[in-house]
């Protein structure tokens, strides 16, 4: 790539499916991010999962190898916090990433359905019936309800896991409400991880069809879907809007794209 133009100004990156299954590294992964860098692409990341902020992000995939700073990671309950305002009174059902972008925002965690103004869904692994019903009061009550994102699943490391839409879908059979998205496939994840690139030509790398290729198609970005997460290869071959890319691997894809352009 010596001397060549990079075809992209940046290129943004899924997290789970793409570099990593649960806590380990996808094979190429760590070498595929540094050679998009080499070539002088901007490189970010923007993650659905909700769980960990973005300096817990930044730790994992450090231990995992990839050299990645917390503001190269855009993550889905950062983009939920910016839909409250601050003072919002806030029913969390998620984990620490959700609780922290919350308080971060200049809001208030709550737990009584009728002193709360949101309730903000994510991926919680400790969900209990109580919590739904909690929520489900709240949301009677007229507080806004906000997911962090609506994935139905994830790839954790022995296989696929029910995701934080399960919770959100679950809140929304209760009480015949509807909830607003942040997370991908909606555009403020996609906007904001752009803003912090170089501008010109941009392409999305994901594993899911439904939310990292359908959104950002739906900006006019280039895609790139892998196939090492939720979207299988007979699924990639139906896929509508179809990825401008399809590989094996995020190594495979990031190889290819360089050769291509060398």
Request: hydrophobic fraction near 45%; proline fraction near 5%.
């Amino acid at each position: 790539m010596a001397g060549s133009a990079p075809a992209y100004a940046g290129v943004v990156i899924d997290l789970d499916g793409v570099c990593y299954r649960g806590d380990a590294a996808i094979d190429g992964s760590r070498a595929a991010v540094t050679a998009l860098r080499d070539a002088g692409i901007g490189v970010m990341f923007a993650t659905n999962n909700a769980t960990r902020t973005p300096e817990q992000s930044a730790d994992k995939l450090a231990h995992l190898g990839f050299d990645v700073a917390p503001d190269d990671i855009m993550t889905s309950a950062v983009a939920a916090a910016a839909l409250l305002e601050p003072g919002d009174r806030c029913m969390v059902i998620g984990m620490h990433g959700l609780r922290a972008a919350v308080t971060d925002r200049g809001c208030e965690l709550a737990d009584d359905p009728a002193q709360t103004d949101v309730v903000l869904t994510g991926l919680d692994r400790d969900l209990t019936y109580d919590k739904l019903v909690r929520g489900t009061r709240a949301l009677l009550a007229g507080a806004r309800f906000v997911a962090s994102n609506a994935d139905r699943s994830f790839p954790d490391a022995d296989g696929i896991s029910p995701g934080a839409g399960v919770i959100m879908v679950a809140l929304e059979t209760a009480t015949g409400r509807a909830a607003q998205v942040a997370g991908k496939p909606e555009p403020t994840l996609f906007e904001t991880a752009a803003s912090r690139l170089p501008d010109g030509r941009l392409l999305m790398i994901g594993d899911r069809v439904e939310t990292d290729i359908a959104g950002a198609a739906a900006l006019g970005w280039d895609t790139g879907l892998v196939l090492t997460g939720i979207t299988g290869a007979d699924q990639a071959r139906d896929a509508d809007p179809a990825p401008t890319y399809v590989a094996d691997d995020l190594a495979a894809l990031v190889r290819d794209l360089l050769d291509s352009h060398a």
